[in-house]
Each structure stands twice: as structure tokens, then as C-alpha cells.
């Protein structure tokens, strides 16, 4: 179905662009690196596997992973977000830190990477999950992995805060399901499906009771 446009930008990425409209107040989680890692990260990749890699973060920004891969080893990490201010937080002195700011459909990735990832931000493009995943595909060398984690909405306490949002809201409530089925349609292998509500373990598997979820694909 074809997204409604109103002039340049399309009407769900306008109600993107209308979350972060405050681009001066930037609000950025500090969780501390190893929580990071052993909570979430090592559900779908163990940390040896960053280096030498090269890493596209798409909505890198605010993202707290930057740390977690240039301090593991990557090659190159490129970091994008349609809002060039969100990435200023993030930036760092470092010459593999390559910025890439724009809408990940339409800027140029300058060689196939090994990895893209995205946290917390496919849960923003679901009406626009087929142009991303088609883009995300063409980013990634075959044999690369694309990476996400979103909230999970089986999860009655992951439903209850959708509806508490307030204000501009792009996420939609949608199905793991359907969206892995998304990347499988575009020539990915499903390597993980995984719920969890990270600061408990025993949740991990568990779709009613993990907030959230990852998602690891493998280009075919
Ligand atoms: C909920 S935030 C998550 C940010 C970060 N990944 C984190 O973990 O905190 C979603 C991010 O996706 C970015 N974004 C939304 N649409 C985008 C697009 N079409 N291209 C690139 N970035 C986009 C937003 O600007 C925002 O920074």
C-alpha cells in the first residue's frame, strides 16, 4: 500500500519528525556498557563478533551501543538518523566513527557491511517496513546479519505503554511474526526470534511476559 505523502515527506515519517521536534532536549539512557552486553546484546551475538566488522546503525541516534562496538573492535561503524542533531550526542573522536545522517532509505551506504542494526527504531517504521527491509538488504553483504530490538506486543504491559504514550507516536502495534516474515519474503534467514524483558532472565523466550524482542537475520 502505498504511504500517503504530503509534499517531500511522507505522512508517517512526518509524524517521526514531529516526536523529535525539541531537537535541542535530547534525552539519552545511560546503562552501563556490561549491562548492556550481558542483558541484551548477548541474547542474539556474543561480543567477539564485533571485531573487524563493519556496523550500520540505522537511528543511531541517542544510541547507547556506539561504546559497546568501537570498543570491541569494529572496522567501521556508520551512524545514521534522520535527525542530524539526535547523532551529536553520540559522536565520537574516533576516525572509524563515520557519521551518516538522512533517512536510512535514501543515503548512500559507501560499501556492503557486515552488520545493520537498529534499536528501538523498527518499531517506528512498520508502515514502512518493506522499503527498510528491502534498503536494509542492499546495505548488507550477503552473509551479514541484520539486527533489531523493539518492543514485543504480546506482552500486555508492552500494549498498556503504547497507549499511555502521549503526543506524536509513530510506533504501531505489530507482530514479531509478521515482521520476521517481512525479511524471510526479502531472501533473509530468521537466525533468532527472541522475547525478553532483559533485567529478567526468566522471561527470555517467553512472549507474554518479555517486553521486548530481537530479531537476527542473515542475508542469503
Ligand atoms: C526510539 S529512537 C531510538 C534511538 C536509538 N537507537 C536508541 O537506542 O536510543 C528511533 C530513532 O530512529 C530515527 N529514525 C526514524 N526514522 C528514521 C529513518 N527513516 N532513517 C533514519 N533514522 C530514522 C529517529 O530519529 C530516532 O533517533
Redesign the pocket.
Known amino acids: 500500500m502505498a504511504i500517503p505523502h504530503d509534499g517531500d515527506v511522507d505522512r508517517h515519517?512526518q509524524i517521526?519528525l514531529n516526536r523529535?521536534a525539541d531537537r535541542d532536549n535530547i534525552k539519552l539512557?545511560h546503562t552501563a556498557p556490561n549491562v548492556l552486553i550481558e542483558r541484551y546484546l548477548a541474547k542474539v551475538m556474543a561480543v567477539d563478533e564485533i571485531a573487524g566488522k563493519t556496523i550500520l546503525e540505522?537511528?543511531?541516534?541517542?544510541?547507547?551501543y556506539v561504546p559497546i562496538f568501537l570498543g570491541n573492535g569494529c572496522k567501521r561503524y556508520y551512524a545514521?538518523?534522520?535527525?542530524p542533531e539526535?547523532l551529536n550526542v553520540v559522536r565520537r573522536d574516533d576516525p572509524r566513527f563515520v557519521e551518516k545522517p538522512g533517512?536510512?532509505?535514501n543515503i548512500a551506504v559507501p560499501e556492503p557491511v557486515d552488520i545493520v542494526f537498529a534499536?528501538?527504531?523498527m518499531m517506528?517504521?512498520q508502515p514502512l517496513l518493506n522499503e527498510f527491509v528491502v534498503r536494509i538488504r542492499e546495505s548488507l553483504k550477503v552473509g551479514g546479519s541484520f539486527l533489531s530490538y523493539d518492543a514485543n506486543y504480546f506482552c500486555p504491559l508492552s500494549i498498556y505503554r503504547h497507549f499511555r504514550t502521549r503526543g506524536a507516536n509513530p510506533g504501531r502495534v505489530f507482530s514479531p511474526f509478521r515482521y520476521a516474515r517481512a525479511f524471510q519474503r526479502n531472501g533473509f534467514e530468521i537466525e533468532r526470534l527472541v522475547p525478553l524483558t532483559a533485567a529478567y532472565n526468566w522471561t527470555t523466550g517467553n512472549w507474554l511476559f518479555g517486553t521486548s524482542f530481537w530479531l537476527r537475520a542473515r542475508k542469503l
Open positions: 515519517t517521526i523529535y539512557l540505522l537511528g543511531a541516534g541517542g544510541s547507547q545514521n538518523d534522520i535527525i539526535r533517512d536510512f532509505r534499536n528501538l527504531t517506528f517504521l
